[in-house]
């Protein structure tokens, strides 16, 4: 078969659908806006539930593509043009790519938390998050205090910027629960001296083994849950962070103070995600993700002919469900064009 | 604690000042508490500033006290609101400066009403052409008196005598700024520097020489708010506020707070008596206590008026440490005469509460 | 001292980081299960005292562990050891035991 299939963004669910579409011998070409491909995939440590290394997943990915996939980086697409029968896509160095049928794959990015002013991202240094420790924890660095101590108690908040009418994202972001609850594990055993508290509204353990997860965080780790929204960061004299929310369970307000905190960032569309559905005239949620045909039978197709969409662009996913989304996107891609 | 990250959000939060021909409105309780505090306003906007400020003695409460302690209906606040604007409007004037941060925010309240609920404005034009044959017009620009001094913040710096600066040490003052509930809280966009770090008071500390000290509880209340503390038995309530702030600020070391609402530094002040003679506690250096101010006396220190004239005799917390820590000289004798060289009477000196 | 006709009102936040832990120390090295509770009330909400007093087995170890341990002398008796609670709790705290290490904290650290 010589048809071709532009596939929009290099992150987990577009390197799937990718992959997917070539071994079905389609000509598969993945245009992605970063120097490289694996997107957010390459700033994670270990993976939940089973705290494997992200590289692995990665991996497993790159090499299926070798030879089979054509990848463009640096790939920054200024214009999308539909013809009857295809679909020109020009790039800002000039170059045109065609293709009979495109696969938007472009992402997430991750909620800003400084615009939670009163969490005081940006403002005080002990203050970071999630994805700032995922980082440290791929540099191998060591987990300390912005003084460079050793913290004696860190603090986990669930819900940044989800599930907020004031950061004007009502949804929930779906993964950052079950991320805090494995952060919490890997701090643990890095700092047997530390404490560590997560502070959550809801503790949203979706998937196969997060429940048993949280309950290993608790019997075995000695981690501690409060259930209740942190209203204000504050910092003391000291450079510790001091916390105040409500034990809702107590009915009491309590305050806290921790050396180190980490903000549980949620999901929001990636700036790709609302210019390329912009330029193709798809359909938006109130969430701010492309809506897709119909969200039950057909959540890869649009309601343009030969645009189809996968990953977290369409919503909040877990890098299981992504890669899940990509493969079925491949397919409803392969009906099309048959 | 990076201040460049606070720039980033005082940068979002920023709001139109007007930049001359005010209409000055005053507050019910301020003159007993402060009585310098107005004078030192007017004349610092006609006599250093050179701008038109104008009040006309026909002007009333703007009926906050009474809104905000469930005595007074919205419907009448509103109409006597109005009155208010129609005074302004009458004069000639568009630019509404009111003196107390209550009243800023009452006055934003009913603007905000009328902008979501405009019969609601229509309601209150028959209420007052009935009333009083009044008519008027919603002030162009609303502005609290602390915003306007925050604009012209720079020139009074520049035409100041002295600055917050220790000046045996050469180290800037450590200031505690507060700000009245009123003032962002409700409407965290007409505040400069939104509600979580406000701006209109630490961009004077900073202009004037100063450290700004940010301590855990920054933005609890005071405690005042009149509803509670009307009836005696609730008053422990609103020390207990005034309590968890000054616990909260002193291991900073604070020389002294500054505030730009009547109320509070009325309670931050006479609160620290209280709890002297209460539970024997007390805050600053050798007892002697945290010295509160409004921004009105701070700006007229930094220009050179006399501390007498501008009523600082009348603070519970003596602030005599801080103008020495300043340097500006003061007559220890003149301080309980009166404007015409008659004795005041001294106060009794409190048993806890260092006033040395 | 004057009295002013009012006494200044006491905090009642929580403060996690001024409160006595000995208690829930204590209890976590005898009985390691006290740390799966997830609050859900199923205990509380079977508990045969908590019917007809104001008995809340859930809140009372919670506030143990917070540190609150002013009242669980007083609050504890109201336990009538009857047991629903053990058979009900979805994540297998025993709580019979967490009732009967309550005791024994209380009287091994003179609290």
């Known amino acids: ?338 | ?356 | 001292m004057i009295d002013f006709g009012y006494t200044i009102n006491t905090d009642r936040q929580i403060d996690y980081d001024a409160n006595d832990h000995r208690m829930s120390h204590f209890i976590l090295s005898r009985e390691p299960s006290y740390n799966l509770c997830i609050g859900c009330g199923s205990c509380t909400a079977t508990c045969s005292a908590g019917n007809f007093t104001d008995f809340n087995f859930r809140k009372l170890h919670l506030m143990i562990k917070r540190g609150e341990i002013s009242e669980v002398k007083t609050k504890i008796q109201k336990c009538m050891f009857c047991g629903k609670c053990l058979l009900v709790c979805p994540r297998g705290v025993n709580t019979r035991n967490l009732i009967l290490t309550i005791n024994c904290a209380i009287d091994e650290l003179k609290l």
Not at chain 1, 268 to 291: H, R
Not at chain 2, 29 to 38: A, D, L, N
Not at chain 2, 183 to 199: L, N
């Open chain 1, 1 to 338: 078969m010589n048809k071709k299939v532009v596939i929009i963004g290099g992150g987990i669910a577009g390197m799937e659908a990718s992959i997917t579409l070539a071994e079905l011998g389609y000509h598969a070409t993945l245009l992605e806006k970063s120097h490289s491909t694996g997107g957010h995939v390459q700033d994670w440590y270990q993976l939940f539930p089973n705290r494997r290394p992200a590289k692995e997943v990665l991996t497993f990915s790159e090499l299926r593509m070798e030879g089979k996939v054509k990848t463009i980086n640096d790939a920054d697409i200024i214009e999308i043009e539909k013809n009857i029968n295809d679909f020109r896509i020009l790039l800002r160095n000039g170059k045109l790519v065609v293709a009979d049928a495109i696969v938007v794959a472009t992402g997430f990015d991750l909620f800003d938390a400084h615009r939670k002013e009163e969490y005081g991202y940006g403002i005080y240094e002990n203050v970071i998050t999630s994805a700032d420790l995922e980082k440290r924890f791929s540099e191998g660095k060591k987990i300390l205090t912005h003084g460079g101590a050793v913290p004696k108690r860190i603090g986990i908040i669930h819900c940044v910027g989800s599930r907020d009418e004031k950061s004007g994202n009502n949804y929930c972001s779906k993964v950052c629960c079950v991320t805090g609850v494995k952060q919490a594990i890997e701090i643990r055993e890095m700092l047997p001296e530390t404490e560590v508290f997560c502070f959550y509204m809801d503790l949203r353990m979706f998937g196969r083994h997060f429940e048993e997860l949280y309950k290993e965080s608790q019997e075995k780790w000695g981690v501690n849950f409060i259930r209740g929204r942190l209203s204000e960061a504050n910092e003391n004299a000291d450079g510790s962070i001091l916390l105040k929310v409500e034990d809702t369970l107590a009915g009491k307000p309590l305050k806290m103070k921790v050396d180190l905190l980490i903000l549980l960032a949620g999901f929001v569309p990636s700036g790709g995600t609302k210019a390329i559905g912009k330029m193709l005239g798809l359909p938006f949620g109130d969430d701010g993700f492309i809506t897709p045909k119909d969200e039950h039978t057909s959540t890869n197709l649009t309601d343009i002919q030969g645009v189809f969409v996968t990953g977290s662009c369409t919503g909040p996913k877990s890098i299981q469900d992504s890669i899940a989304d990509a493969r079925a996107a491949a397919t409803q891609v392969a009906n099309y064009l048959k």
């Open chain 2, 1 to 356: 604690m990076k201040v460049e990250g606070k720039r980033l959000i005082w940068k979002d939060y920023q709001k139109e000042i007007a930049e001359d021909k005010f209409f000055y409105v005053r507050s019910c309780i301020r003159q007993t508490f402060f009585p310098g505090s107005e004078w030192a306003f007017l004349k610092i906007m006609k006599e250093v500033l050179g701008k038109d400020v104008y009040e006309n003695p026909a002007h009333t409460t703007c009926t906050g006290i009474g809104y905000h302690s469930d005595i007074v209906p919205f419907d009448t606040t509103m109409t006597v609101v109005a009155r208010q604007f129609a005074l302004m409007t009458e004069a000639g004037y568009q630019n509404l400066v009111p003196s107390c941060i209550t009243s800023f925010g009452l006055y934003t309240e009913v603007m905000e009403t009328w902008k979501h609920f405009p019969e609601e404005e229509k309601k209150v034009r028959e209420y007052l052409k009935k009333a009083t044959g009044r008519e008027f017009e919603v002030p162009k620009n609303l502005a609290h008196a602390s915003d306007i001094i925050y604009k012209f913040r720079k020139q009074i710096a520049a035409k100041g005598k002295y600055r917050l600066i220790n000046k045996t040490t050469g180290e800037p003052l450590k200031v505690v700024e507060h700000i009245g509930c009123h003032y962002a809280k409700m409407f965290p966009s007409k505040g400069v520097g939104g509600a979580e770090y406000p701006y209109v008071l630490t961009g004077m500390v900073e202009d004037w020489g100063g450290e700004v000290i940010d301590y855990p509880e920054r933005r609890h209340c005071c405690g005042f708010g009149f509803r509670q503390y009307l009836v005696k038995a609730n008053r422990g309530f609103s020390v207990a506020c005034s309590k968890k702030k000054f616990e909260s600020m002193a291991p900073y070391k604070p020389d002294m707070i500054i505030t730009n609402c009547p109320g509070c530094p009325m309670f931050l002040d006479r609160w620290q008596y209280v709890i002297s003679e209460m539970e024997g506690k007390t805050y600053g250096e050798d007892g002697h206590g945290i010295p509160v101010f409004t921004y009105e006396e701070v700006a007229g220190l930094i220009l050179g008026f006399d501390p007498w004239d501008l009523g600082l005799q009348l603070h519970q917390v003596p602030t005599e440490p801080l103008l020495n820590k300043i340097g500006i000289p003061y007559d220890p004798f003149k301080k309980y005469l009166g404007k015409n060289g008659e004795d005041i009477g001294i106060p009794i000196k409190p048993s806890m509460l260092n006033t040395q």
